[in-house]
């Protein structure tokens, strides 16, 4: 079995910044991609940001230049730095992380934290 926890979340002005991280443990022979989603309030879940094995990175359009994705593998963890934050930015943020526990490899999803940007 395999946990996810997510800290960082909260309210910050516009301008501000926030970092976000996502623990994983129980029984994790590896992980591979880690990613950071996000979902507004009346919409879906989008990509925020993914990053994989060898640390090459993927950005939405909409944070590039301002958030950066990093990881810890001897942590098992990934962090989200966001900077620059704007309002439009305000949403609960999942990490999600492919990983092999075991013989099985999956896809899991943190509890979610909330961010709020006030403008």
């Known amino acids: 079995q395999v946990q996810l926890v997510e800290s960082g979340g909260g309210l910050v002005q516009a301008g501000g910044s926030l970092r976000l991280s996502c623990a994983a443990s129980g029984t994790i022979l590896s992980i591979n991609v880690m990613g950071w989603y996000r979902q507004a309030p009346g919409k879906q879940r989008e990509l925020v940001a993914t990053i994989n094995t060898g640390g090459n990175t993927n950005y939405a359009d909409s944070v590039k230049g301002r958030f950066t994705i990093s990881r810890d593998n001897a942590k098992n963890t990934v962090y989200l730095q966001m900077n620059s934050l704007k309002p439009e930015d305000t949403a609960v943020y999942y990490c999600?992380?492919?990983?092999?526990?075991?013989?099985?490899?999956?896809?899991?999803w943190g509890q979610g934290t909330q961010v709020t940007v006030s403008s």
């Open positions: 999600n992380l492919n990983v092999l526990s075991g013989l099985r490899l999956a896809n899991y």
